[in-house]
């Protein structure tokens, strides 16, 4: 430490690395607080783009006649219109949401990265930006999901920690994209142990001496709370502290209500295990079975996370977090009575058809993280040969297979 250094002089500049129905969603919230947090935040949030072509309707609001049906660049229309009429459309956006379709360009110099897309993609991400971030970024997964690899999971969490050499939380809850981009009262909780090296008392007037990345390399607790075999690059001592208090200031609103927390482990596996029990609940519900059969599928369907966190993360699953957080029953609840895994799984049963189909049909480019969820931690517990203790968990792939229909769920879990 060094008794030199003033008040910050920098900001956090952060970045949403996703544009979908939560990834903008989360942009609008997060680029309302850095407006309100000029001290600890710069204003402008950019928001990485997949690109793609859209052609407005004749009745859009922002439909330009001179232009007429020739598709446009969806990141030309989020700027100059405000809005994401693909992914939430009738949602205005605040003008310092600044959408961008090059990955290298978003990530350059920003401080705080926030990821927020789909699972599966986040791979062909991290590899395209571990050379052009800052050493001493760190990251927020917004993301539901696991990463598999033959016998091997991995939180999205750690995934990007360790492929990017940088530390990263965790936020999930109860979470419905659209209400909240509504300002519908909501909670939600984010997970995140700071690195000890991030915190300084420049806000005392002392900094520490991390300028520009430049000081000694610091060890952090991971995902599981285990000391790291890598080290961190502090965040410079000129930036505020990147705590639980600035994280707070960036993420909560007066309808997004935010608890912090360090079970990164918990509230990960809670957000992606509870697509697998939507499904359930979906599958049943189309069936024509009612809440007290998809009572009994949220209840088996919390045991068996709770058993996979004990078998697959025994450091430091911290059950408590299922009962007190919204990360926990709240999201439960919510996937299985009106998320989008729950109520397209039940429209694939009464249409007869498969998800994925109806996926393609119906979602207009959103994701089912259920249905990858599903399969790769199946697959993992095959694997692992334990698939007799996740029975709810096995049917659900079955299901989606076709190998196994609906009115046999009570006699499989009975077996
Ligand atoms: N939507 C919700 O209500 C909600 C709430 C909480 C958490 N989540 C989680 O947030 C995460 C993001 O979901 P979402 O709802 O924002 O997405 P979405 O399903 O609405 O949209 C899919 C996104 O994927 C993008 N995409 C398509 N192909 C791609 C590619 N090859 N590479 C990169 N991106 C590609 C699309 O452009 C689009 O932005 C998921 O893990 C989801 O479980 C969603
Ligand atoms: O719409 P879903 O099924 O992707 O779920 C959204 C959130 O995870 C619910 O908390």
Same mark, same amino acid.
């Given at each position: 430490m060094t008794a030199s250094s003033v008040l910050p002089s920098r900001k956090h500049k952060v970045v949403v690395i996703g544009s979908g129905n939560w990834g903008t969603t989360v942009a609008k919230l997060v680029a309302e607080n850095t407006r309100g947090h000029p001290d600890l935040f710069e204003e402008n949030v950019q928001m990485w783009v997949y690109e793609e072509k859209v052609t407005l309707p004749? /009745? %859009?609001?922002? =439909?330009d006649a001179s232009v007429g049906d020739e598709p446009q660049k969806l990141t030309a229309i989020i700027n100059k219109c405000h809005e994401n009429v693909k992914y939430l459309p009738k949602i205005a956006l605040p003008s310092n949401i600044v959408a961008n379709p090059s990955l290298q360009d978003t990530v350059k110099d920003a401080s705080i990265l926030i990821f927020n897309l789909p699972h599966e993609f986040i791979g062909n991400i991290c590899r395209q930006i571990k050379d052009h971030i800052l050493p001493y970024a760190r990251g927020i997964s917004c993301i539901k999901g696991v990463t598999v690899t033959d016998d091997n999971i991995e939180l999205i969490c750690e995934y990007i920690s360790e492929s990017l050499g940088i530390y990263c939380g965790a936020l999930s809850g109860a979470n419905i994209a659209t209400e909240i981009a509504n300002e519908e009262w909501c909670e939600t909780t984010i997970a995140y142990n700071t690195p000890?090296? /991030?915190?300084?008392?420049a806000a005392n007037g002392v900094a520490n001496d991390s300028d520009n990345g430049a000081a000694a390399l610091t060890e952090y607790k991971d995902a599981r709370g285990r000391t790291s075999k890598n080290k961190l690059t502090p965040?410079? #001592?000129? =930036?505020? %502290?990147?705590d639980h208090h600035v994280l707070q200031s960036l993420f909560h609103r007066p309808y997004f209500t935010v608890s912090m927390v360090s079970d990164v482990v918990g509230v990960s596996l809670g957000g992606a295990l509870k697509n697998i029990v939507a499904l359930a609940c979906g599958f049943v519900e189309g069936h024509g079975w009612n809440m007290t059969a998809k009572t009994a599928v949220m209840r088996r369907g919390m045991l068996e996370i709770i058993t996979f966190g004990r078998e697959f993360f025994p450091e430091t699953i911290e059950e408590k977090t299922f009962w007190e957080? %919204?990360? #926990?029953w709240g999201d439960m609840i919510v996937s299985c009575t009106s998320a989008r895994n729950w109520r397209y799984s039940k429209m694939a049963v009464e249409r007869g058809v498969s998800l994925e189909e109806i996926e393609k049909t119906e979602l207009n480019g959103q994701k089912l993280q259920g249905i990858s969820t599903t399969r790769e931690v199946c697959g993992f517990l095959r694997a692992k040969g334990v698939e007799s203790k996740y029975p709810l968990f096995m049917i659900v792939d079955r299901i989606l297979d076709g190998t196994v229909n609906v009115e046999d769920i009570p006699e499989l879990l009975r077996k």
């Open positions: 004749k /009745d %859009s609001p922002h =439909y000890a090296g /991030d915190v300084h008392h965040v410079p #001592g000129d =930036y505020p %502290s990147l957080e %919204s990360a #926990g």
